[in-house]
């Protein structure tokens, strides 16, 4: 579907927008606008990562902003994020993209429509910083859920299987985190489309102010990993330090017991009127004892 945003009052610039365009909306775009043919084809292919060209007058670039609507296991920058393909130049800007696009609406509503973007270099400005701002509520989202898992892990008693959690945690800021590095390329080659450094300057800021982020949730993320793998082996370690002392206990009473219990035919002790009560001390003895020295070793605290 091809549509026109900008005003039709407005005739030194304009803004076309292509969603899911057939091959002939899209044969017929290239023609009128004469845009390189390669690039076409890198417009449609939803799995291109970010990318900037600039091809004579005109500068072609690839941008990707997260799916608010992603389900809650996706992990990938496919199932992550949606691609936007930009054509710009001083007489037009041509967006294209297969799925619907709340991003595009609300740039339009928001500076097109209010009169604020008064040529083609503002609007692409507005739609740079707007595919960066999709990731600020990710972020956010994604450094609660480690503040939850952190809870989980640091304050329950017992230790809740939270490692499918923190993997798909772990995959959607290191997915996120890529996009946005390799985003980088086109703020690094906007200068050559003659953009001044304050406005280069004001989308750099806030792209490591999101970029930051996602740095930090991973990094927290790969030490919540380790330390609830190191958590889990403790645990281990006590469970089989008790068993140990359990087992050090019985031993030897296990034994004793085994002992009397064979069915021999001559064993005077069991003929004696006091082997009972003496066997039964020698166990209490021998438990005592065992006690004692573990307590004295520490290894009861």
Known sequence: MKRTLTPRARADWEWIDLESP??????????????HRASVIDSLQPEHLPKFEAIGETAF???RIYDQKAHLEADTIQELTNKIAIFFSEKYIITIHRNPSDLIQQVKEKYVDTGQVRASADLLIKLIKATFRTYEEPARNLAEELDYY???TFLNQRMPPLTKGLYHLKRKATVCRRVLRLSEVILSNLHLKGFQPTEVQDLKDLYVHVETQFDEINDGTNNLINTYLSLSSQRTNDVMRVLTIFSAFFLPLTFIVG???MNFAFMPELEQKYGYPAVVAVMLLVTLCIYLWFRR????S
């Open 22 to 35: 057939s091959e002939e909306e899209l044969q017929e775009v290239a023609l009128q606008y004469g845009l």
């Open 61 to 63: 670039m690839i941008a």
């Open 150 to 152: 952190e809870a989980k």
């Open 259 to 261: 002992i009397y219990g």
């Open 297 to 300: 070793k520490g290894w009861l």
